[in-house]
């Protein structure tokens, strides 16, 4: 009997290692990375938007409600009044469309800051005369105007009495230079000054400014030049 004797086996390959699998793996992390960043960047895309259209919606959302609100106070001169009368006015008016509620004013005449009536027209107008002048003021700080309401702090009626103070004040009224802080009821406030300029957004109401005020004692009083 014969034997066919069989061809050695070639051996199986052995299974590849930790290592080896380690090593193809981090062959393919680069590429496994930027395939899941490429799958959840549209996601992200939407996300970013999303948070930029909810920002952009909030900063419009307060816009428009401190723009509804918003005052605009501007200071003004008159020597007239609709019914006739001639009287030398100093005013704020709001013209906006908001409540204003008036802080500080300041009133300099020559440079020299004002704090009283009786003080401002003693520097512009009466020099050395003694005669008794009749005025009247109301309050210009720490009111609210309404939207389209003018706030009257000196009225200085012409008479035969006050006519050479009268015609000097109004010459010497367009030399003051006025400015005036006020806010809306969100506490955003503003400076004006003068006539013609715009006011101008602060933090809040300055505190070194040369405070004018009505002095209420002599709201309707005689001035007695010394």
Known sequence: MTE?????????PAPPGAAEIGSRMLRYL????????LIGLPALIASLALA???????????????GGVMPFVTFGTSNGDKEGNQDIALTLTNNGVGPAILGPIEIRYEGKPMT?????????CTGSDARALRFSTSPSTGIAARPGETIEFVSFPRTPASEKVWQAFNKERWKLKVRACYCSI???????EGMQGLPKPVNKCPADWSLYREDAGNRIAGIEAE
């Open 4 to 12: 066919t004797l069989k061809a050695d086996a070639a051996p199986e």
């Open 30 to 37: 680069p590429l496994i990375t930027i395939a899941h960043f």
């Open 52 to 66: 930029w259209f909810a920002f952009v919606q909030a900063d419009a959302t307060q816009k428009m409600q401190t």
């Open 116 to 124: 009283t009536p009786i003080e401002l027209l003693r520097a512009c």
């Open 186 to 192: 969100f506490n955003d406030c503003w400076v004006t």
